[in-house]
């Protein structure tokens, strides 16, 4: 047997097992739902050049590899491992991610643990989610690098702005995280950049706004973060498959196109005329907090215009009713009634002209007794 299916064997002894030729492992195959597949691959040396065991592909058989990854550093010509969701433990050791031949790595979903070595400057893909990782993102990333997952991996730190050096970047995956800092605006200079994650990781700060140029960015996740600001204008007029900035604490006007597409969510933001989170009070721009007093202002204003006219009306409608019911009183009343005066003087006045046409112009026959008799019933009247 040759040293790499020797260093092979060392380091997952489950695979053993489907070596079907004991001079070589090149070639060795699963049988899974009527159907053969290919577990390693050689080059014409019989070097392996390809480990191909992940979990899902013999989930039937309730089959997860052990092991751990140290024997494999002595294979220099492998491109290709991918041993994913199964039962590996250790650490990531650094010759192995330093092979120059190595261009895709996919350990997720494993019982490894550790901090992540300096990677080949050869890996393309690179697939680190789910594991036990310690330290921080790394400093820089591979120059010919495509895809990144490193989601639930447990690396803390700010996004490194020397990422974005690396232009061949596809997609980046970072889904809940433990991160600090806010999204580099050097990220608008990653012109193929289609899928970019980052949602509940912590950031802060606005949502640069290079990304609306950038004309690949397809899928956005922003979700359960804390980010401020308005969206990039030229979001909706872009073709999204995904944009999702769910449970932050963004500002501004969304167009109503952006609203209605299904593949956006927006909620639980500050956005103007739109449910909003509960910490959205104190964050509020000042144009939103402008309009939404001057809005205030407004409805209080007819509100109270409005109570002011009912209640004149109400007044008016009571008024006239009572004036209505009263009954005008008789003569006979009107002398009854205390409150009456004025028509008692009026009737007595009249009965003293009758008998005396002009208090102001007296008849000389009337003596003055008489007009000062007149005038002392008079006067009681008026008292």
Known sequence: MSADCAALIAAFPDIAQWITTPASCCG????????????VECDSNGRITKIFCRA?????NGVRITGTLAPLQTLDKLTQLEVSENRITGSIPAGLVQLTSLQSLSLSGNLLSGSIPTL??????????????????????????QDIDISYSGLV????????????????????????????TEFGLLKNLALLQLGNTGLVGGIPSEFGALSSLTSLDLSNNSLTGPLPTEFSTKTWYRLDVFNNTLTGQVPPSLWENSRFSGDANCFSARLQSAR????????????EGQGMTQWILIAAAVTVFTLVCV?????????????????????????TVPH??????????????SLTQPDSNLSSDGFVSHMFFYSRCIN
């Open 280 to 291: 959205c009070g104190a964050l509020l721009s000042g144009q939103d907090r402008a309009s």
């Open 56 to 60: 899902e592909s013999f989930a039937s």
């Open 315 to 339: 007044l008016g409608i009571l008024i006239y009713r009572k004036k209505k019911q009263q009954p005008t009183p008789t003569k006979q009343q009107q002398e009854k009634d205390p409150k």
């Open 344 to 357: 008692v003087f009026v009737n007595i006045r009249d009965a003293i002209d009758e008998q005396q046409p």
């Open 157 to 184: 730190g700010p996004i490194p702005t020397a990422w974005s050096q690396v232009q061949t970047l596809h997609g980046i995956y970072m889904v809940d995280l433990p991160l600090s800092g806010s999204i580099p």
């Open 28 to 39: 060795a195959k699963r049988t899974f739902i009527n159907t053969e597949e290919r577990i």
């Open 120 to 145: 080949s400057q050869s890996i393309t893909f690179l697939n680190l989610a789910r594991l036990n990782l310690t330290g921080r993102l790394p400093a820089t990333l591979p120059p010919a690098l």
